[in-house]
């Protein structure tokens, strides 16, 4: 049965964001360790750079660990694919003359759509767009796991 309004956002993004709406935090949430993946061979070579330009940022901030991999490598090939429909259409043009005389649009346009849209799903699930970002405060890597008492007096000491 699918569950019904907004998806849960995790205890992590919560305590970044300063708890705002004061409910209880789940004290029970799995917490992997802040350890990037490593980067799949599969993955295309312009997949492979986006990989490797952003997985060490994501991972100092903690919103990438190795429960991620299949997230973050959807995220770097829909990019790759985006950027290779969105470069043929700069070289070919949006449209083309069909032989019957019609004028249509070339498939890359719906292909460079169509992952926009994944890719654009995925940014949000790891805060990589302004708005997901906007409601993150990061502290340094110090003060964020020096300070478990904060955490518990955030969560009400698991109550």
Known sequence: MAQRGRKPKPTAVKV???????????????KPAKKAPACPDWLTEEAKKEWKRLSKTMEDLGTLTELDFAAFAGYCQSYARWKEAEEFIE?????????????????????????????????????????????????????QEADEMEFLLMTGGGR
């Open 91 to 143: 070289q070919h043009g949006s449209i083309v003359k069909t032989p019957s005389g019609y004028w249509q649009q070339v498939p890359q346009v719906s292909i460079a759509q169509t992952n926009l849209k994944t890719m654009l799903r995925f940014c949000s699930e790891f805060g990589l767009t302004p708005s997901s970002r906007s409601r993150i405060v990061a502290a340094d890597a110090k003060e």
């Open 16 to 30: 970044l964001e300063g708890n705002p709406g004061k409910r209880a935090l789940n004290a029970m949430e799995p």
